[in-house]
């Protein structure tokens, strides 16, 4: 299986036919996942933790339709892939397994959209740092479940400057700070150039707008810690703007 840097965007991203549209074929030209393994940037927790198999959904927004609130996203037993996530990890980085911790938006809003049917085991695994290094070596120790028919997904939203943001259309002009992030990153990601990345409080234009805090850029790592060989260029499978933040999303061998 490859490797997956997603923008989840929010829950009206159910209702946009463009982007949801764009998920959907990427996920019908991936081969079929027997699990997923997702990091969405909305569970920043550390020691590493894992959800529940049977937990509800987290409905960690705000403001929306009631609609969204009422949707449900029940996948089948993950528990043999927690115990696979647990024993991947080194004794230097325990695990928690959560009790009652259910997906977040940033988990099951995508996944709604790419295995509509819930009928795929799903896991989420925490944030348990920023650190890209640190990040880098998580995504490797998870390399192996590639192998085994896993899907590694980071969630996240490659620009997410939202107190910056003054037009919430799903067509607005994105902002400067958003577009010029974007094509560095866009760059810097067919250059496959990793230090750059890693680099970017000092060298990404557009900052701090970009990312005000940075969760939703660090999952990156988690993906290109789990490539085969995170300097080789992956394939950026989505690009363009979603309410002026950027969509761009990479799929690596």
């Known amino acids: 299986m490859p490797a997956l840097y997603l923008g989840h965007g929010a829950p009206p991203l159910l209702d946009d036919p463009v982007w ?19 990091v969405s940037a909305h569970w920043e927790s ?23 609130y009422e949707m449900t996203y029940q996948t089948p037993d993950a528990t043999w892939l927690a115990a696979q ?11 928690h397994q959560h009790a009652s911790r259910g997906l977040d938006h940033g988990a099951w809003v995508p996944l709604r959209i790419m295995y509509p049917e819930a009928d795929v085991p799903v896991v989420q695994m925490s944030l348990p740092t920023h650190d890209p290094e640190r990040l880098l070596a998580l995504g490797a ?42 094509a560095w990153a866009g760059e810097a990601l067919a250059r496959g150039d990793v230090d750059t990345l890693a680099d970017y409080a000092r060298r990404a234009p557009g900052m701090p707008y970009a990312h005000p805090t940075v969760e939703h850029y660090s999952p990156l790592f988690v993906t290109l810690g789990a490539a085969t060989d995170a300097s080789t ?21």
């Open 141 to 182: 120790r998870l390399r192996g479940l590639r192998d085994e028919g896993v899907l590694i997904i980071g969630s996240g939203f490659l620009t997410h400057g939202l107190p910056f943001l003054r037009d919430f259309r799903i067509d607005a002009t994105p902002p400067g700070w958003s577009t010029e992030f974007d």
């Open 233 to 253: 260029p992956g394939e950026q499978v989505i690009d363009g703007f979603w309410m002026g933040l950027s969509k761009r999303s990479l799929q690596v061998a």
């Open 85 to 95: 996530v647990a024993a991947s990890m080194p004794t230097s980085e325990p695990v």
């Open 20 to 38: 949801s549209g764009q998920l959907a074929a990427l996920a019908r030209d991936l081969p079929r996942p027997r699990a997923v393994l997702i």
């Open 46 to 68: 550390a020691p590493v933790s894992l959800t529940a198999s049977g937990a509800p959904l987290v409905y960690d927004f705000g403001g929306f339709d009631r609609k969204y």
